[in-house]
């Protein structure tokens, strides 16, 4: 109750960002769902779709930093609300498409842009923000898990749509859940009123971009997890992208693809509370790293054997208590190691790492299964990068030397 009291003047804000974020990852991560349908449909190949979501993650990524930046000279309002207008923009050209152009900059361009904008590094910084530091871990966790709804609405609907009147109707589907995200974005931007929290001695105050730049890229632990976070993009976009294909060419029912999607976005919402949690009590990095060795030994036993509905859905839970955790981690990290000011730029470096890696978990996935008939090596190789990532980035937050302050 105490807690509840303490957040109460800064709910209409956390809510925002939450809802913001749930449909903006909902949508997107249901993609997949219209795959076999579309390139039956426009003549499209797997590896055509995979890159036209790997160029999304790529502008995602490489706008990420671009857009932390603006919020800090800006605000976050106009950003936020921008996003949300190019994620409604992006699925109307995606939706009206009849050839790889109108996907690849609809579903691709628009839609990476729009996430930059509205995605996890600028909600969680809204809500880092809007929090004291003691309540910081657990309310990032809170929305991580509460950003993963919109996939229990998208996924569905979208699967429902799609089966009955064809992939065009699923994503005019996504784009009426999709509408909601501007007057939340609005919402969300009333922490532009709010002061910020002056740096304290080992953090970066008021400097250039430039400086901050610098300060990260010149720390050791920042760097490992960056590197490590490569690896958690490729897993991730490898499922979301893929499992609806590799469920249909196992002869699975169409609508275990949805199902899966849906257990995923529940799951998350418990393991990004417990990882929220645990950021507060134990070394976050160390938590990254056993977040990545776990995603890796689940992803081997799934693969390893042929699917049936019941080892799907208990994979699918399990990458899902997994999924978002790592989200409210690297958010705390940064917060920790570099201040508030520059949090959503210097996160916004890092997810560009995530994204590259997601560009080769769903464009290489789909090169992969083109070039070999078959998913094995893909998921082979996610694994065997999954646990060396997860093993060096536990024995550096463990072993290695303790962070430096700050030097901007």
């Not at 995602?60 to 207008?85: C, K, N, T, Y």
């Not at 999709?178 to 080992?202: E, F, H, K, S, V």
Request: hydrophobic share 55%; charged share 10%; aromatic share 10%.
């Amino acid at each position: 109750m105490a807690v509840i009291k303490e957040l109460r003047p800064v709910l209409p804000i956390l809510l925002g960002a939450s809802i913001m974020l749930s449909l903006g990852m909902g949508v997107r991560q249901s993609f997949g769902l219209v795959m076999p349908s579309l390139t039956r449909d426009i003549a499209m190949s797997v590896a055509d779709f995979a890159f036209v979501m790997s160029v999304q993650n790529l502008a995602w990524g490489f706008l990420q930093p671009v857009a932390g930046a603006v919020a800090v000279r800006r605000g976050f309002r106009p950003v936020m609300v921008a996003g949300s207008a190019l994620y409604l923009a992006g699925l109307t050209l995606f939706a009206l498409a009849d050839g790889m152009t109108g996907v690849l900059l609809g579903g691709g361009v628009l839609i990476g842009m729009a996430l930059a904008c509205t995605a996890s590094a600028i909600s969680l910084a809204v809500g880092s923000r809007a929090v004291p530091g003691a309540l910081r871990s657990f309310v990032l966790g809170a929305i991580t898990a509460t950003g993963s709804l919109g996939a229990v609405l998208a996924a569905p609907l979208g699967q429902a749509l799609t089966q009955e009147w064809g992939w065009r109707a699923g994503l005019l589907g996504f784009l009426v859940l999709a509408a909601g995200m501007l007057p939340a974005a609005w919402l969300a931007g009333r922490i532009d009123r709010l002061p910020l929290p002056p740096a304290t001695a080992n953090q970066i105050g008021n400097v250039s971009a430039r400086a901050a730049l610098a300060s990260a890229t010149r720390s050791p632990p920042f760097l490992v997890m960056t590197g490590a976070y490569f690896v958690c993009g490729m897993q991730l976009l490898f499922i979301t992208t893929h499992l609806p294909s590799y469920l249909e060419i196992c002869g699975m029912d169409p609508t275990l693809s949805a199902e899966a999607l849906a257990a995923i976005a529940v799951f998350n919402v418990f393991g990004s509370l417990f990882f929220g949690w645990a950021g507060g009590h134990w070394s976050k990095l160390a938590l990254l790293g056993g977040i990545y060795i776990a995603r890796s030994v689940v992803l081997a036993a799934y693969f390893y054997f042929p699917p049936t509905p019941l080892s799907t859905l208990v994979f699918a839970s399990l990458m899902g208590f997994l999924w978002l955790g790592v989200g409210p981690l690297v958010a705390g990290s940064v917060a920790e190691m570099f201040g508030l000011r520059w949090q959503a730029m210097i996160q916004g470096v890092a997810f560009m790492s995530h994204q590259i890696g997601s560009f080769l978990g769903a464009f290489g996935g789909g090169l992969l299964f083109d070039m070999m008939g078959s998913y094995d090596l893909a998921w082979r190789l996610g694994v065997a990068m999954g646990l060396v990532a997860g093993v060096v980035q536990v024995s550096f937050a463990l072993l290695g030397p303790p962070p430096k302050p700050a030097t901007a």
